[in-house]
């Protein structure tokens, strides 16, 4: 068994852990990113503080996060494009609803009302032990408003099965959840309720949205975060699972963790570009822009103000590329841009299943630690064409990172992703990938623990090979 873990790996392992939520997992990224890294406001003109050589991040709600860097060779007479990996921050969960109050339950026990969020195998988050961690928004005492992360840690939640006992034969053999009735989960033993009502705030003037939360419940995220009850003001919080991400297998050879559909590429891109960043020689003669895009709701359909089917994609490409201009360029200008760019959508690909095989196609059947997967679908479910699948593969086949194919069965349905969103929403050339994993929408999934070091490759080989792959075919595109 091995007893030295990679430092990417372990990188992973602590990333994994400490991003329960998107806004988490953004803020996890930053502080990966570093402090040479510069924060730019969508707020604020760019003009002017964007310059070759830069490196640069913004985010939108929080859990979107843009980071790119600009090549040294990067000038207006001859602009580059941008050559982006594209991926998503949210996962499938449970969140809790605008009134959480569920009232006393059988037994004298309290629960909470939860949301389902995504498409969860919600049977695995039975007999979990579960805690609570978003982004709460805060009063200040000078009349102000911000916005801070908690993250209880412990569990305090737990959605028990019934036990098997109090089943019938025909009940345990089709093992059904309602979502409404059978996810609520249990938070607390009621008790006399001895706490200050936080239905009023300071001022004495009624406040209806925390009358419609459990009071324990305001209490345990106002003293972990140190400040009054009366201070929270809204909150978007969710469930998860409080084991930590692990190695498994005999050899080590596996990572357990919940959220790699997909904190996976959210690690791996960010951990690209800035090794790309920091090369600096190759950065210098680069005249392109090298960008990851990581964005919320993917889960959910991409459609919202910080999702894939925003204007973020192409909102990034032109005031980048302005700013780049001293706030020039006109529609021919962008469009050439456009044209220039490409996608690399990269989200989890499905693995082969030993015990359900037969969901495969022989011959499309992509394994752990086998590399990065690419994914193909006529009806484009999924984005990849000739041209885009053949610059993947060209890239991996020079940095010798191994590719594989996934295309699903014809009776099957086909999931989707960010890349058809993308290419619709910019027209910007796109191929759709992923690393292997099992266990997709669990409450906890597993991959190959080589995966991440090979995707890293792979992001590297798209930053420093695509220009001159798409240049020396560009009829092809």
Same mark, same amino acid.
């Given at each position: 068994?091995?007893?030295?873990?990679?430092?990417?790996?372990?990188?992973?392992?602590?990333?994994?852990?400490?991003?329960?939520?998107?806004?988490?997992?953004?803020?996890?990224?930053?502080?990966?990113?570093?402090?040479?890294?510069?924060?730019?406001?969508?707020?604020?003109?760019?003009?002017?503080?964007?310059?070759?050589?830069?490196?640069?991040?913004?985010?939108?709600?929080? *859990?979107?996060? /843009?980071?790119?860097?600009?090549?040294?060779?990067?000038?207006?007479?001859?602009?580059?494009?941008?050559?982006?990996?594209?991926?998503?921050?949210?996962?499938?969960?449970?969140?809790?609803?605008?009134?959480?109050?569920?009232?006393?339950?059988?037994?004298?026990?309290?629960?909470?009302?939860?949301?389902?969020?995504?498409?969860?195998?919600?049977?695995?988050? $039975?007999?979990?032990?579960?805690? #609570?961690?978003?982004? /709460?928004?805060? *009063?200040?005492?000078?009349?102000?408003?911000?916005?801070?992360?908690?993250?209880?840690?412990?569990?305090?939640?737990?959605?028990?099965?019934?036990?098997?006992?109090?089943? *019938?034969?025909?009940?345990?053999?089709?093992?059904?959840?309602?979502?409404?009735?059978?996810? +609520?989960?249990?938070?607390?033993?009621?008790?006399?309720?001895?706490?200050?009502?936080? !239905?009023?705030?300071?001022?004495?003037?009624?406040?209806?949205?925390?009358?419609?939360?459990?009071?324990?419940?305001?209490?345990?995220?106002?003293?972990?975060?140190?400040?009054?009850? @009366? +201070?929270?003001?809204?909150?978007?919080?969710?469930?998860?699972? @409080?084991?930590?991400?692990?190695?498994?297998?005999?050899?080590?050879?596996?990572?357990?963790?919940?959220?790699?559909?997909?904190?996976?590429?959210?690690?791996?891109?960010?951990?690209?570009?800035?090794?790309?960043?920091?090369?600096?020689?190759?950065?210098?003669?680069?005249?392109?822009?090298?960008?990851?895009?990581?964005?919320?709701?993917?889960?959910?359909?991409?459609?919202?103000?910080?999702?894939?089917?925003?204007?973020?994609?192409?909102?990034?490409?032109?005031? /980048?590329?302005?700013?780049?201009?001293?706030?020039?360029?006109?529609?021919? $200008?962008? +469009?050439?841009?456009?044209?220039? *760019?490409?996608?690399?959508? /990269?989200?989890?690909?499905?693995?082969?299943?030993?015990?359900?095989?037969?969901?495969?196609?022989?011959?499309?059947?992509?394994?752990?630690?086998?590399?990065?997967?690419?994914?193909?679908?006529?009806? +484009?479910?999924?984005? @990849?064409?000739?041209?885009?699948?053949?610059?993947?593969?060209?890239?991996?086949?020079?940095?010798?990172?191994?590719?594989?194919?996934?295309?699903?069965?014809?009776?099957?349905?086909?999931?989707?992703?960010?890349?058809? #969103?993308?290419?619709?929403?910019?027209?910007?050339?796109?191929?759709? !990938?992923?690393?292997?994993?099992?266990?997709?929408?669990?409450?906890?999934?597993?991959?190959?623990?080589?995966?991440?070091?090979?995707?890293?490759?792979?992001?590297?080989?798209?930053?420093?090979?695509?220009?001159?792959?798409?240049?020396?075919?560009?009829?092809?595109?």
């Amino acid at each position: 068994m091995s007893t030295t873990i990679a430092p990417v790996v372990q990188g992973a392992l602590d990333h994994f852990t400490a991003s329960p939520t998107p806004f988490h997992n953004c803020a996890n990224l930053i502080a990966t990113l570093g402090s040479d890294w510069v924060k730019l406001s969508e707020n604020e003109k760019w003009e002017g503080k964007i310059q070759p050589n830069g490196k640069y991040y913004y985010t939108r709600n929080t *859990s979107t996060i /843009v980071a790119f860097c600009v090549g040294g060779a990067y000038t207006a007479s001859n602009p580059g494009g941008f050559k982006v990996i594209g991926g998503h921050t949210d996962s499938p969960n449970l969140r809790i609803k605008p009134c959480s109050k569920n009232g006393t339950s059988a037994g004298k026990i309290t629960q909470l009302n939860v949301e389902c969020y995504g498409g969860g195998l919600w049977h695995t988050w $039975f007999d979990r032990d579960l805690s #609570i961690a978003g982004r /709460v928004i805060v *009063s200040t005492p000078d009349g102000k408003f911000t916005q801070h992360l908690v993250n209880l840690k412990k569990p305090v939640c737990r959605v028990p099965s019934l036990c098997i006992h109090l089943q *019938s034969g025909e009940e345990r053999a089709s093992f059904k959840v309602n979502k409404e009735n059978h996810l +609520q989960p249990i938070f607390a033993q009621v008790v006399k309720d001895t706490l200050e009502s936080p !239905a009023k705030d300071e001022d004495g003037k009624k406040n209806a949205w925390r009358e419609g939360h459990d009071t324990t419940l305001l209490k345990l995220i106002a003293d972990d975060m140190g400040i009054a009850v @009366t +201070q929270i003001a809204d909150f978007e919080l969710a469930l998860y699972d @409080t084991q930590p991400a692990a190695l498994g297998g005999a050899n080590e050879e596996f990572l357990y963790s919940a959220r790699l559909d997909n904190q996976g590429t959210c690690y791996t891109s960010i951990q690209s570009l800035k090794q790309y960043a920091e090369n600096t020689a190759v950065l210098e003669k680069d005249a392109d822009i090298a960008m990851v895009c990581l964005f919320d709701h993917e889960e959910v359909g991409s459609a919202s103000q910080c999702g894939a089917g925003s204007p973020i994609m192409g909102e990034a490409v032109r005031r /980048v590329s302005s700013a780049l201009n001293n706030g020039g360029g006109n529609e021919d $200008f962008f +469009q050439t841009t456009l044209r220039r *760019s490409f996608v690399f959508s /990269v989200d989890m690909a499905h693995a082969v299943h030993p015990n359900y095989a037969s969901k495969h196609e022989k011959n499309h059947s992509p394994e752990l630690n086998a590399g990065v997967v690419i994914k193909t679908n006529s009806n +484009q479910r999924y984005t @990849t064409n000739a041209f885009t699948g053949f610059v993947i593969r060209e890239i991996g086949r020079r940095k010798n990172v191994p590719i594989q194919e996934f295309v699903v069965r014809n009776d099957c349905p086909c999931g989707s992703t960010i890349g058809p #969103i993308i290419s619709e929403k910019t027209g910007i050339r796109c191929v759709d !990938a992923g690393m292997a994993q099992l266990s997709m929408h669990s409450c906890r999934e597993m991959m190959g623990t080589h995966d991440i070091q090979l995707c890293i490759d792979l992001f590297n080989g798209f930053f420093e090979l695509f220009r001159a792959i798409d240049e020396s075919c560009y009829e092809c595109s």
